[in-house]
Structure formats: C-alpha cells, structure tokens
C-alpha cells in the first residue's frame, strides 16, 4: 500500500525524499523551521507530518508536547511477533484472524496464503519478554522453531495535542491503544481525513481554529477506543491469575462506570454509548458484551411480552443460507490460490504445488 501510494504521488508532482530525519530546528516562534536529513542536508516545508511512529520526533519531542499514557487502564505495553511459514496448500486457511487469551495478555494469529503471522501481546508488568517468547513459541509448536522473534515495545495513549503549530502526528507518533481491535489503521485513515477537512489556509486566526477543531475530534476518538477496549478486559469472567483478577479492579475511564451500570438492565443502543465518534457502533458493544460473558445482564423486560416465533423463523432461515454458501463458495485457500494464478488443480487445499 505504501509503495502504490509513493507511485501515486510521484506520477502527480510529490517530491519523495528518502532519507533519516537526524535533527529538527525550530524557528523564534517554537515552530519547526526545517528538518535535517541524513544524506539531503536541511528539508523545509509550511506543513509537517509526524509519520515516526512511537518515537514522535516531531511533536513529542521537538516541539515537547506533553503525552498522556492509558497504561493505567490498559496495561499491555508489549509484544513479540513470530513470522511462520505455513504451507495452506496442505492446512488450508481459517476465515479470520484469532485471538487466544493467555496468561498475561492473548496471542493473535493471522492466517497468510503462504505463512502464519502471530505474536503475543503482554503486560511487561506481569511478564518479561523471554516468558513471552517462550509462551508464544509453545503456542505454534515446532514450526516456530526457526522463526526469529520481533520484540516490540509500544507506547499506550496519545498526545495531549495532535497538531501543534505546524505539524500533525499522525497514527503511532500521536497515539496508541490495545491493539486487540487493530484499530491501528482507522487511526491513521481519520487523521488523514480530518487533516483534509481541516487544511490551514496560511491565516493564523483561522488556521488555529482548524487546529482546536482537529484536535478535539482526534482527541475524542482515542478516548472513546480506550474505553472500548477496557470494555474488552473489564467484561471478561477470567479470573485465574492475578493478570485476569486485576482486569476488574483497575481503573476505568471517567463516564464508563455509569455506562456500565446501565447496560447492565439495558445492552448498549447509540444512546447510550460514548457519545463522541470512535468507529465503533452500539451493536459491537453487544457482541463484546454478550461474548465476553463476565457482566451480569439482562433482556429487557419487554422482551419477554413478545413472541418469538418469527425471530426464530428467520435465524434458521440464516443459518440454512449459511450452510448453503459453505457448500457451493470456494475455500478461502482456493479464492487466494485463484487470485495468485494458480492452475486449478492446484487451488484445493490438500494439493502439492
């Protein structure tokens, strides 16, 4: 995706400079003058965009805005990631991604057309990496043997500020939340597009109302992904160690608690969310709710006056739409052995290549 877009933009006018940021100078006014390249000397601009990611050169550290951490609430802050070649012609490819709860955190595993990738995200708190590397690679099995582990440190919250007078921290510069969501992605594509909808015009009077604009509604979505993700752990009925007990003493965001009340006699509706947008709608709540199966609710009495049978009538109707869809589609091996050319007696799963 990278590539494609660079190509993009080169083929309309954009300048690409490859290079290593090794210092940025700021002007009188404590705005960044310019930035200085490893191999391209000094590289100036009206706008900058803070894309480096957990080091936040730009914003946290050359111009000091200050950061708030949600480690308190959410407290995994490491992860160690394994690349483990698989061959689907034999196995075939799960349908999605899963997530499987562990000692000190969960493992993802991410079915690719020719390997796995998985990593184990964990609570530094109540694990080292080398218990997490150990637990990962007992999780896979021996195909993890010669896998090279990538540790990973991540830095959970977000700038107080996401544009500070001429720059913009975009995705992992400005914030990061629990990533059991994978909300990495939709945190970089709004910022983008709140960028757009906010470009400033060169007149400091209305470009820094485009600023507080732009900064609260980033703000805003990063609160209300922390307190989705709490939800995650809060809502969970594991209690078999001191990582899963503590899920449901530690702090929650300020408004959470009260939402969590009221859910308990009536699951969460748009009206009774956090009430700022954060990508999430009322009824992925539910499912986390409904599935995590560690709060105590309840239908609504209402319910109970009515009658079923439609509804009823209708969930078989799915399930048998289902099942039917199983039985004519193509596996998701076959579809990715189609789209990457193979011949067709190569695309079942089974097969040699």
């Not at 732009?214 to 809060?234: K, T």
Request: proline share 5%; with cysteine.
């Amino acid at each position: 995706m990278a590539k494609f877009l660079t190509r993009y933009g080169v083929a309309r006018g954009v300048r690409h400079v490859l290079d290593d940021v090794v210092d940025v100078a700021l002007d009188d006014q404590g705005a960044i003058d310019h930035v200085r390249t490893r191999e391209h000397g000094d590289v100036s601009g009206d706008l900058y965009i803070d894309c480096t990611g957990f080091r936040s050169l730009l914003v946290n550290k050359a111009l000091q805005e200050p950061f708030i951490s949600f480690q308190n609430h959410l407290p995994n802050d490491s992860a160690v990631a394994l690349r483990v070649p698989v061959d689907m012609a034999v196995h075939g490819i799960r349908p999605a991604t899963t997530a499987t709860a562990t000692d000190a955190g969960w493992i993802w595993t991410i079915p690719l057309f020719e390997r796995l990738g998985t990593g184990y995200v964990y609570a530094s708190e109540y694990s080292t990496p080398d218990e997490a590397e150990r637990k990962l690679r007992e999780f896979v099995g021996p195909a993890a043997d010669n896998a090279t582990a990538n540790h990973i440190k991540m830095r959970i919250g977000r700038s107080e500020r996401a544009w500070v007078k001429n720059c913009v921290a975009i995705g992992l510069s400005n914030g990061f939340v629990e990533p059991l969501e994978s909300t990495g992605i939709f945190i970089i594509q709004n910022g983008i597009e709140q960028l757009v909808k906010n470009f400033p015009v060169g007149q400091e009077a209305t470009d820094e109302g485009l600023r507080r604009t732009y900064n609260l509604q980033a703000a805003h979505v990063m609160d209300g992904l922390r307190e989705f993700m709490v939800l995650h752990w809060y809502a969970s009925r594991r209690t078999d160690n001191q990582y899963w007990r503590d899920t449901k003493t530690r702090e929650i965001p300020d408004g959470l608690a009260e939402r969590l009340e009221q859910w308990k006699v009536k699951l969460p509706d748009q009206n009774s969310l956090y009430p700022h947008y954060h990508g999430f709608e009322s009824y992925s709540y539910r499912a986390i709710i409904l599935g995590m199966g560690g709060l105590p609710v309840q239908p609504l009495p209402v319910l109970g006056l009515l009658d079923g049978t439609a509804a009823d009538r209708e969930f078989r109707l799915v399930a048998d739409q289902a099942a039917a869809l199983v039985e004519k589609l193509p596996s998701q091996y076959e579809y990715f052995a189609h789209l990457h050319g193979l011949p067709p007696a190569q695309r079942k799963a089974g097969t040699t290549r």
